[in-house]
């Protein structure tokens, strides 16, 4: 069982989880998640730790509300509560080597994810500009961000309740195209990473690709057990078949076979956007 040292809501719909697992905090490296199951029965979510602390065994956790059992945890567990399971860390690391100079680009919650690589690699000598492109309500981890790296943009898009749910996500694609396109018109980059939705990802991708930048992705499919067992995190890249939790899950966005990753994941999306809306109703 793992303690939740201290919880607290940071934006609209994100919950920071501080839980003591030392098994974890000892191991983790940048670009590694863990699976949880919060409850019994529970069904299980894959997350990214976002700092830890080897000695005292505790790693934090941002977890964003978007479904049953993310409002259950948000609702029901108590600081001095215990998430029942946490299996990891799974996953490869990212490579720690110097790039150069990095955009590491999180749209919405992505930039949890993206934060202890960009640290990480900023510490090795690169020189690393994080992007963060989100609903105004939802920004998280500015301060810490900006401790952490060279620069730390924020483009916070304004929620338009006159819109319904897809067009208001549609406004965070553009504004995202849009900025990526516009600062790599301006400067040069060696390295573009991303974590985000599957379909902002490769939005953002036609636009590097315009400028011929490297760029690597994290990608998320659904996940189950996290160990190349259940086969539901399939996704195609450079023509052949990888599971994103033990291939991954960083892969070259060149070589993502994109159509289907978004076609697999898109039977998802309405009920996600769905639930969601009526969550913010
Ligand atoms: Fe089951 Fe990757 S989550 S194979």
Request: proline share 6%.
């Amino acid at each position: 069982m793992y303690k939740i040292l201290e919880k607290k809501e940071i934006a609209m719909r994100n919950t920071w989880y501080k839980v003591h697992a030392p098994h974890v905090a000892r191991k983790v490296q940048p670009g590694q998640f863990v699976i949880i199951r919060a409850f019994e029965n529970g069904e299980r979510i894959p997350l990214t730790p976002v700092m830890w602390d080897r000695e005292d065994g505790w790693i934090v956790l941002v977890v964003f509300t978007r479904g049953r059992t993310t409002m259950r945890m948000a609702a029901e567990l108590k600081e001095g509560d215990e998430i029942l399971n946490i299996a990891g860390p799974l996953g490869n690391p990212v490579p720690m080597k110097k790039f150069g100079k990095i955009l590491a680009i999180g749209a919405y919650t992505g930039i949890v994810e993206v934060f202890p690589i960009a640290k990480a690699w900023q510490e090795l000598g690169n020189d690393v500009t994080t992007l963060n492109v989100t609903f105004e309500p939802m920004v998280v981890l500015k301060e810490e961000l900006e401790g952490a790296v060279s620069r730390h943009i924020v483009e916070p898009v304004p929620i338009d309740p006159n819109l319904d749910f897809p067009a208001n996500m549609r406004n965070v694609t553009k504004r995202l195209t849009e900025k990526v396109h516009e600062m790599l018109e301006k400067e040069g980059f060696d390295l573009v990473f991303m974590v985000g939705p599957a379909g902002d990802q490769r939005a953002v991708f036609n636009v590097v690709k315009e400028f011929g930048v490297p760029m690597k992705v994290d990608l998320h499919p659904i996940m189950v057990d996290g160990t190349g067992m259940c086969g539901a995190c399939r996704v195609t890249v450079g023509g052949e078949v990888k599971f994103a939790c033990i291939d991954g899950p960083e892969f070259d966005a060149y070589q993502v076979a994109w159509d289907e990753l978004i076609a697999r994941s898109g039977y998802y999306t309405d009920l996600e956007a769905k639930a969601m809306q009526e969550y913010m109703k």
